[in-house]
């Protein structure tokens, strides 16, 4: 069977109101949580002080059956709309590999 696997995250992002919503939906799915570490450089104006600006980024790794891409963009469309999401990293075994408004969009080439 093949799969696919949306990667979403921000500061404030809660996967259990994310599992909740896809049991709302009924979208057939697991959900992993992940935490990683975000920083920016914050310099002065002098460029003397380098300290970073760090932050915790919670994520949630979505997996879910792949069948067609319909139930791709069904889920995407109720998890931008629902979390206020702009973006997201989409994996589909075999078959792509990257950002998922890249995947979403129609080809140029015809």
């Known amino acids: 069977m093949n ?8 500061k404030y992002l809660n996967c259990d109101k994310i599992v909740d919503l896809l049991l709302k939906e009924q ?9 990683s570490i975000q920083c920016l450089n914050n310099l002065s104006q002098d460029y003397s002080d380098k300290k970073k600006i760090c932050w915790i980024e919670h994520g949630c790794l ?7 891409p319909k139930e791709i963009t069904k889920t995407w469309d109720i998890l ?8 997201a990293h989409l994996e589909i075994s075999g078959k792509y590999k990257g950002c998922i408004l890249d ?8």
């Open 103 to 110: 995947w979403e969009r129609e080809s140029l080439c015809k």
């Open 27 to 35: 979208i057939i799915s697991n959900t992993q949580v992940n935490k």
């Open 80 to 87: 931008k709309t629902n979390l206020y999401l702009t973006c």
């Open 62 to 68: 979505i997996t879910l059956p792949f069948n067609s």
């Open 3 to 10: 799969t696919a696997k949306i990667n979403i995250s921000n």
